[in-house]
């Protein structure tokens, strides 16, 4: 593991930490650093703010595990992993859902959910001829859908069960994007 992603690591650890006793806009750099011993200089040196080093955390501690569920036969795996991750991370996604970070997490889910979509779509598609324009904006709307549902299950406290989550999600999509994917087929 290279030096820099050491500490990358250690900043996202701290800001983690931190998040369970303060919501995100009241975490400064400075009680990051001071929080793993590194410097403000170092901070900067990876981040531009603790709403990156936000971001960077979303994106590396799922989306890298999420490649083998992109694909018709595993989508709902993926979707899965997703909120598993939530629930572990409970008070963290809830502290950023109900703070100005909510961009993050919201861009993060959407980013999440087009990735294994479009690969879901790619699956179905692979011996049609569908206008790549017509696939990306199918998977970005579905995206959206998918990623309100779970930014709604987070404000709700995460009460309902995964099983139920990824059921409607899977009611929702159940046959449509395939229709979508025929109807659009030259």
Not at 86 to 92: A, P, Q, R, S, V
Not at 94 to 101: D, F, P, Q, V, Y
Not at 149 to 176: C, Q, V
């Amino acid at each position: 593991m290279s030096a820099s992603l050491v500490t990358k690591n250690a900043l996202a650890s701290s800001l983690k930490s931190l998040m369970q006793k303060y919501p995100i806009n009241k975490i400064s750099v400075k009680m990051v650093t001071d929080k793993c011993g590194v410097t403000r200089h170092t901070f900067y040196n990876h981040f531009h703010d603790v709403y990156e080093l936000l971001a960077w955390i979303f994106e590396n501690e799922v989306i890298d595990e999420l490649d083998e569920y992109c694909s018709l036969s595993n989508w709902k795996k993926g979707i899965f992993i997703v909120l598993k991750y939530t629930l572990d991370n409970k008070i963290i996604c809830s502290n950023t859902c109900n703070s100005l970070g909510r961009e993050h997490l919201e861009m993060f889910l959407t980013n999440t959910f087009n990735k294994v979509l479009s690969g879901v779509i790619s699956d179905i598609t692979k011996d049609m001829k569908v206008d790549e324009k017509i696939k990306n904006e199918v998977s970005e709307f579905f995206s959206y859908a998918i990623s309100g549902e779970f930014l709604h299950w987070i404000n709700s406290g995460l009460k309902e069960k995964e099983e139920d989550i990824a059921d409607r999600i899977e009611i929702m999509l159940d046959g449509t994007i395939l229709r979508i994917m025929k109807a659009n087929s030259k």
